[in-house]
């Protein structure tokens, strides 16, 4: 499974225990397919935004312009916390890549409007980091 893959999955599992409000082990039953295995990449994924969502909520909601976290819809909200996941802890990926990487989820599960907005985002969050020296 290519990490494209892995995302799309991890997103499904988070938005499936966000809206359904069940566990991450129903939530990835639901999204699998018949028991197949689940990719240590979104193994990994759904650690880290799990272990430390309200950190990455927090940095998402510094760049919010005229908005609140709880305004935002949960597929973006879901994205948005995919991507600053990675750029915060998974420093061998490139910020763009996870930039581009949540671009293309909204791409697929979003609409035009969402992807301006999700794209807006984390380039401000990925600006920031280059300017404190904590991301390439």
């Known amino acids: 499974m290519n990490r494209r893959e892995a995302r799309k999955i991890a997103l499904q599992v988070l938005f499936q225990m966000t809206l359904s409000k069940t566990d991450r082990e129903t939530a990835v ?3 699998m397919e018949s028991g197949e295995p689940l990719d240590p990449f979104v193994d990994q994924l759904l650690d880290k935004v799990l272990e430390n969502q309200k950190e990455i ?3 998402i909601s510094k760049y919010l312009k005229n908005w609140s976290l709880s305004r935002i819809g949960n597929i ?3 994205i ?3 991507a600053v996941c990675e750029m915060l802890y998974f420093g061998e990926i490139p910020a763009t890549v996870s930039i581009n990487e949540a671009v ?5 599960f979003s609409d035009e409007q969402s992807r301006i907005f999700v794209n807006g985002v984390l380039s401000s969050i990925a ?5 404190n020296g904590k991301q390439d």
């Open 29 to 31: 039953a639901a999204v």
């Open 57 to 59: 909520d927090d940095q």
């Open 76 to 78: 973006d909200k879901t």
């Open 80 to 82: 948005l916390r995919l």
């Open 104 to 108: 293309e989820l909204c791409r697929l």
């Open 127 to 131: 600006k920031n980091q280059i300017e």
